[in-house]
């Protein structure tokens, strides 16, 4: 996740194979392309973790 990013809120996956970006609420991949396979443990573990993204989201791209 990078500060002063674009909406939708979303965070990165990177690998030296794929970069793609996910959206936060939906889980949906809105850029890039990778295999369900490659990504399905980072796609678990913020399934976990959305809320604590979602805040991280709103301090790096909505502080004043």
Sequence with gaps: ????????????????????????ASLDTIAGDASLRDIREALEWAEDHRAELSLKWIELNEAE
């Design 1 to 24: 996740m990078y500060a002063g990013d674009h909406n939708p809120p979303h965070f990165h996956i990177l690998s030296p194979d794929f970069e793609i970006k996910v959206e936060i």
